[in-house]
């Protein structure tokens, strides 16, 4: 395992370019909860890697919900009294409230302004706004454009249909040696914004991409859904799913310059918590941690108490908390090749914790095995610095009696986990260790 | 349960003047722990509440200790050789040695400075000095009275009984819809001190006014009882009540302008801990925090380890820590109308939260329930500030499992109580939540 | 057990210059894990305490290890061309690489500047070497006399045995009133170096001689081994008085002026960590703490899964973190009387604790008791400050409920665990408390 995610890990770099041509391919698509937006997205990640396209009829039911209309726009415009399109779907499909119903006429100003949405602080950008559970119509500009409406009406042009079809989302299951699941979640929904959440669709195919070519040891389920209705959607058609999902995150906002950012599960202190934190505080650069709290991505439908799943949610600057968030400024300048590739590297390290970590126990648990004799060990002694090496191969002997992985005991050593991991395999190699069980 | 807290808080500022009276009224009063200015405080209590006055023998057992004779005063004074009164009882009922032994004769002045105290670090004030469990005689006098005694002998005359009697205190019991009880206690032993205690007694009366014109869950207990010996016999006399007892304060020093300060009960995480400590962090002003030590009023009895009960003492500055404490400084004016309020409506919210704790659970705990059909959530999607009661209505959902109380909720969240609570009621209303049952 | 202790720790400060003595004795010896040395030093322990001493013959197998060779040396040098030693062993027998095998020959430079070991950033001192489980010779110098040697060839003679022998340690059982034991282990195979680990055996044997002239519950098991496979050998030979070792410490550089250190045993929590925690914070010096790792003495053995035995190792400043440590600056200027004196008062008030701990029950469980009528109470009542004593009275009584030992009881109630101790005394006399058990 070890050599092998090295070898990827330095391919990551190389990735990160890619995975940016990756946001600027899907960038132009104008999605929704439902519609041709989201079909096209799941048709391009499904040139890299192979996804299960599900298509679930409107009225269908779902726990407290009901599968939605299906959403499609061909065209949204205002045209002034000169017949100039002064706000244009065409320049940016920001411009449209996303999953409003059709609308067509002559309204005058003050009846425009009432479904005209703008970002006063913001007078260069546009928001983003959705009405999927209201029937309205509207659209959005900038102030700038906003302040610049002086006819006395306009023409209103939303060429959309609301009409039952179906709510459509993807599946890939990589397949791994056993039945135990990791779920990668992200959210597909939104139309042109980048970090938020094309920046999450390319890490979450690269991802694909990477395991499809390893053994590992748990099956990887990965989900492009729209956000909330199309979480509820799939738990509510694979509750017999849920029992295997051993570790889960969301992933999201992983594109920006930021630091990267870990929301814990609801359980707090689950496997996939400790893990991330491990990764996160022995990478030696900055990060943040916030508490698990209902409010936020899709963590909220698989963390909700009737599953309660060991879900995280691991982000670069999260949801809500940067400035260009659900704005036309969340576009290809905020994400970056480099950050996509950072962000790509700690997945892949999490990843490599969770396959490797497992619980061992000392087959020479009275007293210290002899490491010299066997080669384990610098034959010459009496140095005060023994090598961290040495030092997590006498950490793992002290602490496999069963009870400790070696997560654990790297987290009680002060050791990262792949020199403990690389510690365990060479005792397991001596006969020094046996396997108890994989996990923590 | 809310509305009508809100209304009562209002007036609680009002409050403010008349427990002040109260305590001007109880101030002139000569207490000790047991005689007629115990009566008399209990008779003027009775004017604002039902007191139910339990007379108990001098010689009746209460576990280790012997109720002791009954104590009464008419009149002490040292007087010089001019026949003046230099020292006289009738200006201050903290000249006297507190349950002292009568005397009357001429003494030399050497002998009276054996019998007399002061602070000579404080050289105007009186200090206030008992000999419960000691027979002597003596009185007390500021330095400066001391320092003028210049004459070779004086008369001294102590005109006090100390004989069997009764010890008296006084039991108010306002019922609730349930036998479980809050027991609220403060000592009514100190004769001319305001913070300590007639602060106390004044909030005590106050609360107790408050709670009969309220339907409350809990039954709630006042006691003004002699401190110490009081709670002992009270507790000795009713061994059947204290399994009922939930919750419990000792109510002391309430009156003066330092800030609230909560001593924990001995267990240290009772519920009432947490409320307690739950009020007062989101209150938003200042406050102080300290843990249980066997030292300090009646908790010391109600957290002896034969009861253990979950009683904590919610004062201003604490017992010892202020230095007008046990002195003749301890008057009128280190008690303010608007603390006496400020302390009421402290224990008003903490009641509150008493009242209104539960453990609920989901009725749709798969998923988040649609609050967007039920016009409990704005249908309006998208902004980045979802709002304080949201957040509570998404809090409430996510954490009632049946393990978490409100209380435990709006401290994990970071919330009010007073907003879980209202997002409780609001999905009891809408059918999604159950009780699972009252308390924490 | 308190007047006791008193009378002796004031005779501690007088054992500091006997304790350096004693280091000033055995200096001169060379000691190696097996061989002569080690019978010299174990004959002068003997001297001031009856030290059974143990030989378990090359080749005897003791878990995962083997006895090995005995190793003894009479004399070894670098010659010049000239004939004069330039390194030589009867100046220090640090010059000589520990258990090395024997050597005679004309050398090239060349050659034995790769059996010569130096420190180059401390040019005037010798290091100390081992080669215990490789087979080398080699010789030890200072970077100064390295620097000197310019001669073409040089003779080198290593006058050693390395025979099939015996291993030899001492063990000095101090026996209690009881079978439950204390492990005190100190190395004793280190050659002229005298805070590591001369001063721990001077301790050990002070230690054993106060034990010897006093009344304990525990029995003292004092072992005087060689490092590592001393500690191996003797749990190898002892497995059946492993179960009852209630607490250890490994004994090591006690002598520096540095302040105590304390490593926590494996278990992190035990009666033995909280104990030395206690005396080290009532102390009101400086001192610093480490939590357990498996690297450092023989702490590793007794801590290994196998066993995991309460042992932590208290120590000045610890192994590997002075400067001087393991080379020839680690001589009697390192080490001081009172520094040895103060480390022997830290463990007597250590055993002070250990033998006086207990768990008691109130037998006055509900309310206090009236301390009064007993005299334990000042009978004068009102003053802010009660004393430490009366506030010991109360906490013991408060928490002796068979739940809190003594020791938990300081702790919580941040006084001395001597005073509570003698509280708990006081209230065993007048039959307020009565003994659950001994220990925590």
Known sequence: MKSTVKRE?????????W???????????????????????LRRIDSHVPIEVHEVPTGTQAFDWTVPKEWNIRDAYIKNLAGERVVDFRKSNLHVLNYCIPFRGRVPLKTLREHLFTLPDKPEWI??????????????????QADALRDSEYEVCIDADLKDGNLTYGECLVKGSTDEEVLLSCHICHPSLCNDNLSGIALATWLARYLTERNTRYSYRFLFLPGTIGAIVWLSRNE?????????????????????????????????DRAVLHVLRTRGSDFSVREFSPFGYDERQYCSPGFDLPVGSLTRTPHGAYPEYHTSADDLHLVRPDSLADSLSIYLELIEILEGNAIYTSLC?????????????????????????????????????????????????????????????????????????AGG
């Open 9 to 17: 890990e330095s391919s990551v770099v190389g990735a990160g370019p």
């Open 127 to 144: 928001p983003y706004r959705t009405s999927y559970y209201e029937e309205n119509w509207g659209l959005c500009a900038s102030q700038r």
């Open 19 to 41: 995975m940016y041509r990756f946001v600027e391919e899907l960038y132009l698509i104008c999605r929704s909860i439902t519609g041709e937006g989201v079909r096209e997205t």
């Open 240 to 272: 017999n799913i849920v029992p295997k999902i051993r570790h889960g995150l969301v992933i999201a906002c992983v594109g920006d310059a930021g630091k990267p950012t870990y929301k814990k599960s609801r359980r707090g202190d689950a496997e996939i």
């Open 365 to 437: 648990p009275k007293c210290e095995p002899q490491l010299g004799k066997r080669g384990l060990y610098r034959a010459l002694g009496g140095l005060a610095d023994a090598g961290e090496g040495e030092m997590a191969l006498l950490w793992v002997l002290n602490l496999s009696d069963g009870r400790y992985s070696l997560l654990d005991i790297g987290d009680r050593a002060g050791l990262n986990f792949r020199t403990v991991r690389y510690a365990a395999d060479l005792l397991l190699e001596h006969n020094l260790l046996a396997k108890v069980r």
